[in-house]
Antibody
Framework: QVRLQESGPGLVKPSGTLSLTCAVS?????????WTWVRQSPRNGLEWIGQ???????DYNPSLRSRVTISVDKSKSQFSLKLTSVTAADTAIYYC??????????WGQGILVTVSS | DIQMTQSPSSLSASIGDRVTITCRAS??????IAWFQQKPGKAPNLLIY???KLQSGVPSRFSGSGSGTDYTLTINSLQPEDFATYYC?????????FGQGTKVEVK
């Protein structure tokens, strides 16, 4: 059974860097799937952040590209999200997911990240 | 970016009803659409991909149709566990974008 689990700080200061990790189990992160980050907020709904392949190739949402980095660590079977220069607008539930031919499935349970001083 | 416009934003229905939710893309997305169900406090769950392919474990009362820019999710004979919010998402290109959601509530 494929499982994903997000971890990281639930509170980040404005202008700081949001850093999250997604642990993958039940499937090889080095397979044929892409690995995705999505966030959800009342303000913006569901927003696709970007994705990474095990080779390190990435695709990012242009609206976030200047601030986001997604990376993969095959040895630890995990991938990570870094978002710099955060503001209150980045407050959201962050989900990681496996991208199966375009559709995210399954999703992790999500982690609420609040940007506040 | 491709805009996904879902309608209605909410609807009230009874057990046993047939429910239809539509999603209109701002351009042809060549059948690259998925539908998700989300319950409060939970992550979205994939129901359908590629217009009409049911994800494993999804009841057959869920179905999808459409082409070009217009797509539909249908729930036949609504069950108590189906009261939730539903989202469409295109994956024709990047960035993938989602509809704003349709909340299905008890009438």
């Amino acid at each position: 059974q494929v499982r994903l689990q997000e971890s990281g700080p639930g509170l980040v200061k404005p202008s700081g860097t949001l850093s999250l990790t997604c642990a993958v189990s039940g499937v090889s992160i080095g397979g044929t799937d892409w690995w995705t980050w999505v966030r959800q907020s009342p303000r913006n709904g569901l927003e696709w952040i970007g994705q990474v392949y095990h080779s390190g190739s990435t695709d990012y949402n242009p609206s976030l590209r200047s601030r986001v980095t997604i990376s993969v660590d095959k040895s630890k079977s995990q991938f990570s999200l870094k978002l710099t220069s955060v503001t209150a607008a980045d407050t959201a539930i962050y989900y990681c997911a496996r991208d199966v031919g375009g559709a995210p499935d399954p999703w992790g349970q999500g982690i609420l990240v609040t940007v506040s001083s | 970016d491709i805009q996904m416009t879902q309608s209605p934003s909410s609807l009230s229905a009874s057990i046993g009803d047939r429910v239809t939710i539509t999603c209109r893309a701002s351009q042809d997305i060549r059948n690259a659409i998925a539908w998700f169900q989300q319950k409060p406090g939970k992550a979205p769950n994939l129901l359908i991909y590629a217009v009409s392919k049911l994800q494993s474990g999804v009841p057959s009362r869920f179905s999808g149709s459409g082409s070009g820019t217009d797509y539909t999710l249908t729930i036949n004979s609504l069950q108590p566990e189906d009261f939730a919010t539903y989202y469409c998402q295109h994956y024709y290109n990047n960035p993938r974008t989602f509809g704003q959601g349709t909340k299905v509530e008890v009438k």
